[in-house]
């Protein structure tokens, strides 16, 4: 229900921009975020935004380098990810939640999608 793509290998300082298509699901009431998770780490959130797109939400580092929309005609939410750092290399996966409470907590979002590899080389 949820199709992350965009990824790719990039040069530090580099922009990538990410895609996350929904199917089945009422778009245009969900909160949508991104979370990514590094290898031997822990799933960590990254940016949200809420139904209308009025609200967004960054994880410290990445403020002012990344910003998350959405196109509730499309169905779709973004990341332009924007002055890369080899820190940001993960896997990305966008999520959706109804009832999110807690905007940063992975556990408040029902459905996520596959995953899409960034690696940002130094």
């Known amino acids: 229900q949820l199709q992350a793509s965009g990824g790719g290998l990039v040069q530090a300082g580099g922009s990538l921009r990410l895609s996350c298509v929904t199917s089945?699901?009422?778009?245009?009431?969900?909160?949508m975020a991104w979370f990514r998770q590094a290898p031997g780490k822990e799933r960590e959130f990254v940016a949200s935004?809420?139904?209308?797109?009025?609200?967004?939400y960054y994880e410290d580092s990445v403020k002012g380098r990344f910003t998350i929309s959405r196109d509730n005609a499309w169905n779709t939410v973004y990341l332009q990810m924007n002055m890369l750092k080899p820190e940001d290399t993960a896997v990305y996966y966008c999520?959706?939640?109804?009832?999110?409470?807690?905007?940063?907590?992975?556990?408040?979002?029902?459905?996520w999608g596959q995953g899409t590899q960034v690696t940002v080389s130094s």
């Open positions: 999520a959706a939640g109804a009832g999110v409470v807690v905007t940063t907590n992975a556990g408040y979002y029902e459905y």
């Open positions: 089945g699901i009422t778009f245009s009431i969900y909160r």
């Open positions: 935004i809420n139904w209308s797109g009025g609200t967004t």
